[in-house]
């Protein structure tokens, strides 16, 4: 678990050069016997003392100061001094955006679905004084907020609801922790559904269901191009049914059609045949492709005796 304590060690590289200078001068005070050696003594505990006083914040943080316990201010960023012995640094508290990730693990939905859910939260604190006056640990504050919400979202929603829905269910869950985390100082950016992971036979249960779906629609869709079919060929036979000259050529085109696919067997009915005189064209076509299989066969033109 993250820790939201940050302290940092007493010397820094500015404190340890000003030490380091001190302390020499301290020493060749000494060797020169310039000061008795008890002042030598008060004069290397005062370089020492000053040069812990010297304390540095990086860029993207704010100190927190206390003086004798009580909350004394800000310092930072950069270099700045506290008083020895009557105030300390407690905590250097990051301002930048954190990313903390939280999961539900066997949560139920509203429809009693079991459901593992995993997510992330973008952070972060806008006032220091009241991140480190309000709340002790608010990193863990943060995590433990996000993922009791997070619980509480997945058993007021459906499962479908879940799953259909992300963006608008991360929406309301970054406002809801924005509400609770705001008192603290800290504001939560945005929230991001990572994973919905469901059980193994659920999961393919949705997988037929969405399965069979298809399949309905797709009968739906095929019955409907049926009843249009229908509703055509109803409409071609009344302009058919007045207009026999009309259905003859309807029919020598649909035989003709047929005539022109290789290696095709149409079986067409006498009466057919007579009613659209088709007798004498079947059998000159039926002539005409004889013919041309022969002159491939022989290379030569066949002659027919009629």
């Known amino acids: 678990m993250y820790s939201s304590v940050n302290r940092k ?3 820094n590289p500015l404190s340890f050069t000003v030490l380091i200078i ?10 020169l016997q310039i000061t008795p050696y008890p002042v030598t003594i008060i004069l290397a505990i005062l370089s020492i003392l000053l040069a812990t006083s010297i304390r540095i914040a990086d860029q993207w943080e704010k100190a927190v100061v206390l003086r004798l316990g009580r909350f004394k201010g800000l310092k930072g960023p950069g270099p700045f001094i506290v008083y020895p012995i009557i105030e300390r640094v407690d905590n250097f508290i990051d301002q930048r955006v954190r990313v903390t990730e939280f999961s539900a693990e066997e949560t139920l939905t509203k429809d009693t679905v079991p459901v593992n859910v995993d997510a992330v939260v973008y952070w972060t604190v806008w006032d220091v004084e009241k ?3 309000e709340v002790q640990e608010y990193i863990q504050a ?4 996000a993922q009791t919400t997070l619980r509480d979202t997945i058993g007021k929603h459906e499962l479908a609801d879940l799953l259909q829905n992300r963006d608008k269910i991360a929406a309301d869950l970054q406002k809801t922790l924005d509400e609770h985390t705001n008192p603290w100082g800290i504001t939560c950016q945005s929230v991001g559904i990572k994973d919905i992971v469901i059980p193994a036979n659920l999961n393919d249960a949705m997988s037929k ?12 869709i095929l019955g409907t191009a049926e009843t249009e079919i229908a509703e055509k060929f109803a409409l071609a036979s009344e302009n058919y049914k007045n207009n026999p000259v009309a259905l003859q050529l309807r029919g020598m085109n649909m035989l003709f059609e047929g005539l022109k696919e290789k290696g095709s067997l149409i079986i067409v009915p006498s009466s057919a045949l007579e009613s659209m005189n088709l007798g004498a064209i079947g059998g000159l076509t039926a002539l005409a492709e004889q013919s041309e299989k022969d002159k491939k066969e022989t290379g030569t033109t066949p002659t027919h005796t009629s």
């Open 209 to 220: 269901q969405a399965q069979a779906e298809r399949e309905r629609q797709a009968r739906i």
């Open 142 to 145: 943060v995590f433990f907020v």
């Open 9 to 11: 060690l007493i010397f």
């Open 131 to 133: 991140a480190a006056l």
């Open 22 to 31: 001190l302390a020499t001068g301290v020493f060749i005070l000494q060797i």
